[in-house]
């Protein structure tokens, strides 16, 4: 079938490609062709515009997921696929061999909305993970302490989820994550969350760094105070320890400014990026702050082959420019704030914790997953990451509107859910 064809038929040249069939097919074909790492599939998703998604058997959702936290401008943006099929069509792939426009002006881009100091540097990586196994080796060049005595010490914090790659794994807190696959990395010690006495005891100058998320979102959503992320800043500075910060959840204005950190005034060593920097196209970043810091890793001592590829960099360009030119920022803390004010006032949720548009909020009961599944009866998404906690991280697009239906829904979601166990 032509493109003419495909346009006239109202098909496009995916679906020519894999075909129409139910919901119910498809899990059964998915069952017997994928591993089982993410367990059964709730659905199977085939379309989406804007916060609104469809399955196969053409059902429509609300978007209160948005691909945790990556579709930060919702589905099918059509400036972002504009800018991704242009740029396809032009280059698409040239190795780290070569560079690209787009590779270098979105570097550029984020060392300025991130206000980097000097002598500050980029390695685009494809994930999240993969930015955190970057951060991971950067901590393992800081290894000369005082009079040469060795860092081995990396500091992480209960609760923290840094990915599921080896090393972020070691930084990982989750047994269940963890223990299939030990011995680990070696030398991640973890301490109790945003306790700063904790912190003041585990730093020394044997620690090479401390990695903390400013929000930790797999955990529930749980916000560092500004005080522990000032205190963490002081107490690696005074040691020699390099501070970073895993921002691949929180960061590209999740909470309503570009980086969550943002509002503790502080300027980590490193900053790791991913989920929303590509608008829903696979990319992930660090970001060294400062020459000395920058200078740790050299020519050969990491790469990657995609990393930085000419359409990611172009769909994340889109995405910044989309954010920063369509005020995102303001509309997300004033979409937020109502969405988390219409969350407290509902009967059987406990706590509403999050900033921005990451947000998480507890129930009287461990219903949890029983409300996504009713949720998703009702037509939305949501997600479970304990048994009585929700976390919501749609588009930062969502409308004042659209969190209302999901706030005049819940009450009865919750009921369902409760009369299901």
């Given at each position: 079938?032509?493109?003419?064809?495909?346009s006239?038929?109202?098909?496009?040249?995916?679906?020519?490609?894999v075909g129409?069939?139910?919901?119910?097919?498809?899990?059964?074909?998915?069952?017997?062709?994928?591993m089982?790492?993410?367990?059964?599939?709730?659905?199977v998703?085939?379309?989406?515009?804007?916060?609104?998604?469809?399955?196969a058997?053409?059902?429509?959702?609300?978007?209160l997921?948005?691909?945790?936290?990556?579709?930060?401008?919702?589905h099918?943006?059509?400036?972002?696929?504009?800018?991704?099929?242009?740029?396809?069509?032009?280059?698409?792939h040239?190795?780290?061999?070569?560079?690209?426009?787009?590779?270098?002006?979105?570097?550029?881009?984020?060392?300025?909305?991130t206000?980097?100091?000097?002598?500050?540097?980029?390695?685009?990586?494809?994930?999240?993970?993969?930015a955190?196994?970057?951060?991971?080796?950067?901590?393992?060049?800081?290894?000369?302490?005082?009079q040469?005595?060795?860092?081995?010490?990396?500091?992480?914090?209960?609760?923290?989820?840094?990915g599921?790659?080896?090393g972020a794994?070691a930084?990982?807190?989750?047994e269940?994550?963890?223990?299939?696959?030990?011995?680990?990395?070696g030398?991640v010690v973890h301490?109790?969350?945003?306790?700063?006495?904790?912190?003041?005891?585990?730093?020394?100058?044997?620690?090479?760094?401390?990695?903390?998320?400013?929000?930790?979102?797999?955990?529930?959503?749980?916000?560092l105070?500004?005080?522990?992320l000032?205190?963490?800043?002081?107490?690696?500075?005074?040691?020699?320890?390099?501070?970073?910060?895993?921002?691949?959840?929180?960061?590209i204005?999740?909470?309503?400014?570009w980086?969550?950190?943002?509002?503790?005034?502080?300027?980590p060593?490193a900053?790791?990026?991913?989920?929303?920097?590509?608008?829903?196209?696979p990319?992930?970043?660090?970001?060294?702050?400062?020459?000395?810091?920058?200078?740790?890793?050299?020519?050969?001592?990491?790469?990657?082959?995609?990393?930085g590829?000419?359409?990611?960099?172009?769909?994340?360009l889109a995405?910044?420019?989309?954010?920063?030119n369509?005020?995102?920022?303001?509309h997300?803390?004033?979409?937020?704030?109502h969405?988390?004010?219409?969350?407290?006032?509902?009967?059987?949720?406990?706590?509403?914790?999050?900033?921005?548009l990451?947000?998480?909020?507890?129930?009287d009961?461990?219903?949890?997953?029983?409300?996504?599944?009713?949720?998703?009866?009702?037509?939305?998404?949501?997600?479970?990451?304990?048994?009585?906690?929700?976390r919501?991280?749609?588009?930062?697009?969502?409308?004042?509107?659209?969190?209302?239906t999901?706030?005049?829904?819940?009450?009865?979601?919750l009921?369902?859910a409760?009369?299901?166990?």
């Open positions: 079938m032509t493109n003419t064809e495909l006239h038929s109202g098909e496009t040249a995916a679906d020519a490609l129409h069939t139910s919901g119910a097919d498809w899990l059964a074909r998915y069952s017997t062709s994928l089982g790492v993410f367990g059964t599939p709730q659905r998703l085939v379309r989406g515009a804007g916060c609104l998604v469809w399955d058997d053409g059902k429509e959702y609300l978007d997921l948005g691909g945790i936290a990556v579709n930060a401008l919702g099918a943006h059509p400036f972002v696929t504009s800018v991704i099929a242009s740029q396809l069509s032009t280059l698409g040239v190795s780290n061999f070569f560079t690209s426009p787009t590779q270098v002006a979105l570097a550029e881009k984020l060392l300025a909305l206000q980097a100091p000097t002598g500050s540097k980029v390695f685009f990586a494809n994930s999240g993970t993969e955190v196994e970057a951060a991971l080796k950067l901590a393992r060049r800081n290894n000369a302490g005082p040469g005595a060795p860092r081995s010490k990396i500091i992480a914090l209960e609760g923290a989820f840094h599921r790659t080896m794994l930084l990982t807190a989750k269940a994550y963890r223990e299939p696959f030990q011995p680990l990395p030398g301490i109790p969350f945003d306790d700063i006495e904790a912190l003041r005891a585990a730093v020394d100058t044997s620690t090479a760094a401390v990695f903390l998320e400013p929000i930790q979102g797999e955990a529930g959503v749980r916000p105070s500004a005080e522990y000032q205190a963490a800043r002081q107490l690696t500075a005074d040691a020699g320890a390099l501070l970073i910060l895993d921002e691949v959840q929180t960061g204005g999740r909470t309503g400014t980086l969550a950190c943002e509002d503790a005034g502080i300027v060593d900053i790791t990026l991913a989920k929303g920097l590509g608008g829903g196209f990319i992930g970043a660090l970001l060294t702050f400062g020459a000395e810091v920058s200078s740790l890793l050299t020519a050969g001592q990491h790469g990657t082959t995609f990393g590829n000419p359409v990611a960099t172009a769909a994340a995405t910044l420019h989309t954010i920063e369509q005020h995102v920022l303001a997300v803390l004033t979409v937020g704030e969405l988390r004010a219409g969350l407290v006032a509902v009967t059987g949720v406990t706590e509403v914790r999050g900033r921005g990451l947000i998480g909020f507890d129930l009961a461990d219903v949890a997953p029983a409300v996504v599944q009713a949720g998703l009866a009702a037509g939305f998404i949501v997600n479970s990451p304990g048994p009585h906690t929700i919501l991280a749609p588009p930062l697009v969502l409308t004042t509107a659209q969190a209302d999901f706030l005049a829904a819940l009450p009865a979601i009921q369902t409760k009369e299901s166990q």
